[in-house]
C-alpha cells in the first residue's frame, strides 16, 4: 500500500514539494500585501518521539508497531491544529504502540492487554478527525491506537434487502470499488471520502453526499457489531424496530468511547443512472437561502440542495462575488430525473433564482450522465471542495490561519443565528489577525433547517497561528451555543468540542452515558475524555 503522509492530507506522494509551497506563499504575500515565506515539510528522520512506555507481549508483536512512522502518523487528526503540529514537528504524545489486527480476535485481544496494562486504547479508522477524536490523551497511562486499516473489506451481499455486511476499517473508495461488481453503492461521500472509513462514519455520525432525506450515515445503519472491553454487542438486523432504545443508536456517534466498530450491515443502493443539475443565482443571500427552503420543504428530496454564500461562490465557483449560488441536483436509478428539476427550478426562479433553461442538464438516459454536475459554476465549486483538504498542505507553517466550522439551526432561528455568528466571528477575526474572510455554505438541507458550514481565513504569522485560531474558534463556538445551534452537525465531538458539547448536552443524559460507559469499559481504557469523563 502506498503509504499516507505523517503530518498532511493524502499520500506521501500527494505532499507539495517546496517550489509549489513557495508559489502558494508568493500568492499569499501578494493576496495580503505582506510577506509569507515557506518553511520546508518535515522529514520522518528529524523527529524526536518519546521512548514507548509500553510493549505489546509476545501473543501480540507480529501486528503491532512501534516504529516512529507508525506512532507519529496515528498521533493526529487532520484539523488545522493537528497539521500544523505534525508538520513543526510537535508530538508531545504520540501513541506507544500501534496495534493493526486483521480480525476480530486481534481486537479482542489487544483490549484486554490494555486493560490489563491499565493502557489507553484509541480506535483509529482513516484519521481524517478535525476535532481531536483520534489524539492520545495526555497523562503517564501508556497509549495504545488501534488501526482497523486490515478490517478492509465487504463480507457480503444481499441483493434482495439491498444491504451489505461491511468491516468497520474499510476506507471509502475500497467499499464502493467492492460493492461496484455487484451493482451497488453506499452513496455516503462525505468530504474525507478518500480518507475516511466506515466504523469511523458510524462512530462519529458522518455527514455524507446526500443534502436532503438520507444525509446522516444513522440512516444507513442496518445493524452494527462492536467489541467492548466486557465483551460483544451485536444488534438485529431488522429495517426498522420498536423494540425500546435502539442499540445501533448507542453506538452510532459513541465515538470509540463504548467499543471498536467491527462489522456494519448496510443500507446500499443500485448505482443511479439517470441525474439532473442545476446552478442557480441570487441576487443576495437571503433569497438564496429562501429557495433552498421552499425547495426542500416541497420534498422533493434532491440528492444535492447546497446554497454558496456570495463570498464562497466568488472565491470557490468562479462566480462575480455578488451572488449566491444554489446547486440543485437530482439522482436515481430507476427514475428519470428531468420533472423533480423542473419543478426545483421553478421553486428557485419564483423566489428570485436566475438559470437559463440551457443550463438545466438532464442525462435520462443510462450512460449520459457522467458530466451532470461537472460543468460551469457546478463544476468548479464541485473540484474546489473535493481538492480542498490538500490545500493545507500547501499553506502550513506560512502562517495563514484557515478552519471551518458548522452547526444546524431551525429556519425560524436562522436569520439571527447568521448574522450573530457573523458578529462574532468577524469581530474575533479583527481582533485576532487585523481581519480576514468569513464565507458559509448549506452542507445540508432538512425541512425544518440548515446545516451551515462556515469557513475563515486569516492573515497570521509562523508561530503564532494557533493562538489566533484558538481566539477564532472559540469565538464560534461559543457564538454556535449562545444562538442556539449544535456544536457540531457532522464533525463530531472529539476533544476540541467537549467544553461547548457539555453545555449542550443534558446533565442527565451525560450520568446516562458515563454509566453506559462503566458497564461496558469499566476500567475506562477507551478514548478516555472524549464526549464525556468517566
Partial sequence: M??????????????????DREAAAANLSRRYGRQFTAAP?????????????????????????????????????????????????????????????????GVVAILDW?????????????????????????????????????????????????????????????????LRPHGFTLRHFPQSFEYSTLGGWIATRSGGHYATNHTHIDDFVESIRTVTPRGVIESRRLPGSGAGPSPDRLIIGSEGILGVITEAWMRIQA??????????????????????????????WPANCRLLDPVEAGSAAGLKGDEALLIV???????????????????????GGRIDDGA?????????????????AVGAWRNSFIRAPYGRNLTAGTGMVGDTF???????????????????????????????????????VYTDGPAPYYSFQAPGKPGGELEIWSAIKQAASNAVIANGGTITH??????????????????????????????????????????IDP
Fill in 41 to 105: 515539510a518535515p522529514s520522518l528522520d528529524q523527529l524526536q518521539l518519546r521512548s514507548p512506555r509500553i510493549q505489546p507481549p509476545p501473543a501480540l508483536a507480529s501486528f503491532c508497531s512501534t516504529e516512529v512512522y507508525d506512532r507519529a502518523a496515528n498521533a493526529y487528526g487532520k484539523s488545522f491544529r493537528d497539521v500544523l503540529r505534525a508538520f513543526a514537528g510537535d508530538f508531545p504524545n504520540p501513541p506507544d504502540v500501534v496495534a493493526y489486527p486483521s480480525d476480530e480476535a
Fill in 406 to 444: 458548522e452547526t444546524a439551526i431551525t429556519w425560524d432561528r436562522w436569520p439571527d443565528f447568521d448574522a450573530n455568528v457573523r458578529a462574532a466571528v468577524t469581530a474575533a477575526l479583527n481582533d485576532a489577525a487585523g481581519g480576514g474572510s468569513l464565507s458559509c455554505r448549506f452542507t445540508h
Fill in 490 to 531: 457532522h464533525h463530531a465531538v472529539g476533544r476540541d468540542h467537549r467544553p461547548w458539547y457539555d453545555q449542550q448536552r443534558p446533565p442527565l443524559f451525560a450520568e446516562a452515558l458515563r454509566a453506559a460507559k462503566k458497564t461496558l469499559d469499566p476500567n475506562g481504557i477507551l478514548n478516555p475524555g472524549v464526549l
Fill in 271 to 300: 448505482r443511479p443512472r439517470f441525474r439532473a443539475s442545476a446552478g442557480i443565482t441570487f441576487d443576495s443571500w437571503k433569497s438564496g437561502y429562501e429557495a433552498a427552503r421552499q425547495v426542500v420543504q416541497a420534498k422533493l
Fill in 329 to 351: 441536483a437530482f439522482e436515481s436509478a430507476e427514475v428519470p430525473q428531468e420533472p423533480l428539476i423542473r419543478q426545483a427550478v421553478r421553486i428557485a426562479r419564483e423566489a
Fill in 360 to 376: 438545466v442538464l438532464v442525462a435520462d438516459s443510462p450512460g449520459e450522465g457522467d458530466g451532470v454536475g461537472r460543468q460551469g
Fill in 114 to 178: 490494555a486493560s490489563s496494562a491499565n493502557a489507553v486504547a484509541v480506535p483509529y479508522g482513516g484519521g481524517s478527525s478535525v476535532v481531536g477524536g483520534v489524539e492520545p490523551p495526555g497523562g503517564d497511562r501508556p497509549v495504545v491506537t488501534i488501526d482497523l486499516a486490515h478490517l478492509d473489506r465487504v463480507l457480503e451481499v444481499d441483493p434482495v434487502s439491498r444491504a451489505a455486511r461491511v468491516q468497520g476499517g474499510v476506507l471509502g473508495p475500497a467499499l464502493e470499488d467492492q
Fill in 2 to 19: 502506498a503509504r499516507r503522509s505523517f503530518w498532511g492530507w493524502g499520500l506521501e506522494s500527494d505532499e507539495p514539494s517546496q517550489a
